[in-house]
């Protein structure tokens, strides 16, 4: 084989190993972590052209105060005690990290990929209040949404 065959093999290997190592890291992730479950409510009319992601806002039970904060300060919120805190608290087993972004707390679990056959159904689900997001977060308040409920059913048993 060549040289130029194997740099050629080698960098089509990449990309892929690249990929699929993300994933996996995405689905142990998801896994592994602090299973917590939060209303949400409404969506952001700011986004409304998003493709087939419900964009909503969570309700997380205390009030985060990014309207006095400069865009992007982190924030941690901390459900066990139902306190804010610009550092990361100790001993709390549920934490979820976040940042100010137009005067919002955003933890990047903002939107649910959906099938555009549902879109209709689950926003006025969202926007009347029947919806929790079940997220996964680490120990350092990383969150990743897994589920999406309607009414305490899973969304992909919804009709």
């Known amino acids: 084989m060549t040289k130029r065959k ?21 689905h142990l992730r998801k896994g592994s972590g602090t299973e917590i479950t939060l209303p949400i409510y409404g969506y952001d009319p700011r986004d409304f052209l998003s493709g087939h992601y419900l964009t909503y806002i969570i309700d997380y039970g ?21 306190t804010t805190s610009l550092d990361k608290p100790k001993g709390c087993a549920k934490l979820i990290k976040g940042v100010c972004k137009g005067g919002r707390f955003v ?29 996964s977060v680490d120990e350092d308040g990383n969150a990743l949404a897994k589920d999406l409920l309607i009414d305490g059913v899973s969304w992909k048993n919804t009709k």
């Open 6 to 26: 194997s740099l050629m093999i080698f960098s089509l290997i990449i990309p892929v190993v690249v990929l699929m190592s993300f994933a996996v890291r995405h």
């Open 107 to 135: 933890a990047g679990t903002e939107r649910f990929y959906i099938p555009e056959t549902k879109a209709a159904f689950l926003d006025k689900k969202t926007q009347s209040g029947a919806a929790h997001l079940v997220m």
């Open 62 to 82: 205390v009030k985060i105060p990014c309207e006095s904060q400069k865009n992007h300060s982190t924030w941690y919120v901390c459900l066990d005690t139902k």
